[in-house]
């Protein structure tokens, strides 16, 4: 994509990210994890009878000033697909090495062992610590200790 424009005036840009939306198969499965394994709240829940959707909203805090996750269920559907573009979530935790070890005993999937990404270095030399879960629907979550 080719801008051929540039805006001088950011005045019509966005100015913050909502939500991510993840389409889940089992409901109250999914908001059980996001509670009891990452510790958000519920915000809000929306039933839609004539779309046959429910949409729940949980997060760290209030959706007026922090991003949020939209948990999609269609009543209909029982099966979904990733897309190989999907990436994952990133989480900010204050141990990723203690968090990694709590998700782990409670039964949550991890797919990478907390540690250094030894790719990724940045200009200070500072190595990112970092550790992959995953939610009841199969999305990636990458916990990332947060810098002191």
């Given at each position: 994509?080719?801008i051929?424009?540039k805006?001088?005036?950011?005045?019509?840009?966005?100015?913050?990210?909502?939500?991510?939306?993840?389409?889940?198969?089992?409901l109250?499965?999914?908001?059980?994890?996001?509670?009891?394994?990452?510790g958000?709240?519920?915000?809000?829940?929306?039933?839609?009878?004539?779309?046959?959707?429910?949409?729940?909203?949980?997060?760290?805090?209030?959706?007026?000033s922090?991003?949020?996750?939209?948990?999609?269920?269609?009543w209909?559907?029982?099966h979904?697909?990733?897309?190989?573009?999907?990436g994952?979530?990133?989480l900010?935790?204050?141990d990723?090495?203690?968090?990694?070890?709590?998700?782990?005993?409670?039964?949550?999937?991890?797919?990478?062992?907390?540690g250094?990404?030894?790719?990724?270095?940045?200009?200070?030399?500072?190595?990112?610590?970092?550790?992959?879960?995953e939610d009841?629907?199969?999305?990636?979550?990458?916990?990332?200790?947060?810098?002191?």
């Amino acid at each position: 994509m080719t801008i051929k424009h540039k805006t001088k005036t950011r005045s019509n840009f966005p100015t913050r990210i909502l939500y991510t939306m993840f389409r889940v198969a089992n409901l109250e499965n999914s908001v059980a994890f996001y509670q009891e394994a990452l510790g958000m709240t519920e915000l809000r829940r929306e039933n839609f009878t004539e779309g046959r959707f429910t949409l729940v909203f949980m997060g760290y805090g209030e959706e007026a000033s922090e991003a949020v996750i939209e948990l999609t269920y269609n009543w209909d559907k029982e099966h979904y697909q990733h897309g190989t573009r999907y990436g994952h979530v990133a989480l900010e935790v204050k141990d990723v090495y203690a968090t990694s070890q709590q998700l782990k005993a409670a039964g949550v999937t991890v797919l990478r062992d907390p540690g250094p990404m030894s790719y990724a270095v940045d200009e200070t030399g500072h190595k990112e610590i970092i550790a992959f879960i995953e939610d009841p629907d199969g999305y990636k979550i990458e916990l990332i200790q947060a810098s002191v």
